[in-house]
C-alpha cells in the first residue's frame, strides 16, 4: 500500500511525486504510456524559468531522473478502475468517511493508496468516424513535427482552426509541396496524401467520472487548491479546470495538489 | 532470432525520449538484436517497412514481422512487445 498513488507521468504528476516524496511519503506513479506528458512533443520551450530553449524531451528526461533520485518509484500500467474499498467508509461517522481506501486495478496489477492524486492531462481529439472514412489508406497524424517530414514535396492537409492547427500548417508549409486546410467537419481532400489532425484536446478523464464532479467538456472539477468533489482525490495539471495550461502551471498544481494530500493524510 | 527495429530521426522529439530506453534494453536483452534507424540516412529501410509515423518500433521473428508500435514507450512495454 501506498500513502499516494498519481495517475499520470507528465510535468504535473512527477512534479507532485518529487513533493509528496521530499515529504517522506510512499509514492507511485502510475503512467499508462510514457513519462513526459505532452510536452515531449515540444521541441523548444522558451517560457519556461531557468532553462531557456530547452527541449520538452530532454526537461522531461531531467524530472524524471530527478523524480527517481528522490525515490518515486513509477509503474507503466493502464489505470482500469478505481473503487472506494469499503470496509473503510463508514457512514456512521463523517470524519471516519474520508478515511477511505482506494483501490486501483490496472491493465497488469492492483493497488492500494490512501489518497489519490489524478494528473492525466489531455490528449488529442480523435477525428470523426466520418472522417477517419474518407482518410481511406492515407496516413493520419496527431504530430507534424513527428511525422511532417515524411511528406517532403507533397500535398497535405490540416484539419483544425484553433492555435495548434495554425502552429501545424506553419510547420508544414516548410515541408509539404502544398498545405490544404480545412475544419473540422468539412470533407477530407482527395488530393491530400496525409492527414493532419489539429482538432483540440480532451481531458483524460473517462475512468473517474463517476468518483468526481466532472465539468461538461469532462475537466475534473477543482479550484487551485487541487480539492476534487471527493475527499481524498486531487486534480492537477491540465484535467483540472483552469483557465491557463501551461507547463508552469501543471507543475505549480503538482506541488499543491501534493500538499493538499499530506494535509489529508495527517 | 528475434531483431528489433527503432526508426527514429534527429528531428523528432518524442524519438529522443527512446533513446535512453533503447540503450538500457539493449544491455538487459544482449540476445536481441537492435538496429536503430534514422529514415533520413535510411530512407529505404523506412519505406520498405512503411513506417510513416515515428517514434516506430518493429519486431521482427525469422526475418517477419510481428509486432509493431509507433509512439513512444516505457522499457516494459518495450520488453512485452518483443516477446512473440
Redesign the interface.
Known amino acids: 500500500m501506498y500513502d499516494i498513488i498519481i495517475i499520470g507521468a507528465g510535468i504535473a504528476g512527477m512534479t507532485a511525486g518529487i513533493y509528496a516524496s521530499r515529504a517522506g511519503k510512499t509514492v507511485l506513479i502510475l ?1 499508462g ?4 506528458g505532452q510536452i ?4 523548444v520551450i522558451e517560457n519556461w524559468p531557468g532553462d531557456y530553449g530547452v ?4 526537461l ?2 531531467k524530472i524524471y531522473n530527478q523524480a527517481i533520485e528522490l525515490g518515486v518509484k513509477i509503474e ?1 500500467e493502464e489505470v482500469l478502475e478505481i473503487t472506494r474499498k469499503p470496509e473503510y467508509a463508514t457512514t456512521e461517522d463523517a470524519a471516519d468517511e474520508i478515511r477511505q481506501l482506494w483501490s486501483i486495478k490496472t491493465d497488469d496489477g492492483d493497488y492500494s493508496a490512501k489518497a489519490v492524486i489524478i494528473a492525466t492531462g489531455t490528449e488529442p481529439r480523435k477525428l470523426s468516424k466520418k472522417q477517419t472514412e474518407e482518410a481511406g489508406e492515407r ?1 493520419i ?1 496527431y ?1 507534424a ?3 511532417g ?2 511528406y517532403k514535396g507533397k500535398p497535405v492537409v490540416v484539419i483544425g482552426s484553433g492555435n495548434t492547427a495554425k502552429h501545424e500548417i506553419k510547420y508544414l508549409e516548410g515541408i509539404a509541396s502544398e498545405v490544404l486546410h480545412i475544419h473540422h467537419d468539412d470533407p477530407i481532400p482527395e488530393q491530400a496524401e ?1 492527414i493532419f489532425v489539429a482538432i483540440g484536446r480532451i481531458p483524460t478523464t473517462a475512468v473517474f467520472k463517476n468518483l468526481v464532479d466532472l465539468d461538461a467538456n469532462g475537466y475534473i472539477v477543482a479550484k487551485e487548491d487541487c480539492k476534487t468533489s471527493t475527499p481524498g482525490l486531487f486534480a492537477a495539471g491540465d484535467c483540472r479546470t483552469k483557465t491557463i495550461r501551461q507547463l508552469i502551471t501543471a507543475a505549480a498544481d503538482g506541488a499543491t495538489a501534493a500538499e493538499a494530500a499530506i494535509d489529508f493524510l495527517a | 532470432m528475434i531483431e528489433l527495429l527503432d526508426f527514429y530521426a534527429d528531428w523528432c522529439g518524442p524519438c529522443k525520449m527512446m533513446t535512453p530506453v533503447v540503450s538500457e534494453f539493449k544491455k538487459a536483452h544482449p540476445e536481441i538484436k537492435v538496429r536503430q534507424i534514422n529514415i533520413d540516412e535510411e530512407e529505404e529501410l523506412a519505406e520498405k517497412f512503411k513506417v510513416m509515423n515515428i517514434p516506430c518500433v518493429v519486431v521482427l521473428k525469422e526475418g517477419e514481422e510481428v509486432a509493431r508500435e509507433v509512439g513512444v514507450l516505457p522499457l516494459r512495454k518495450l520488453e512485452k512487445l518483443c516477446t512473440i
Open positions: 503512467e504510456k510514457m513519462h513526459g515531449i512533443n515540444t521541441s527541449s520538452g524531451p530532454d522531461m528526461n507503466y496516413p497524424s504530430c513535427t513527428c511525422d517530414a515524411f496525409a
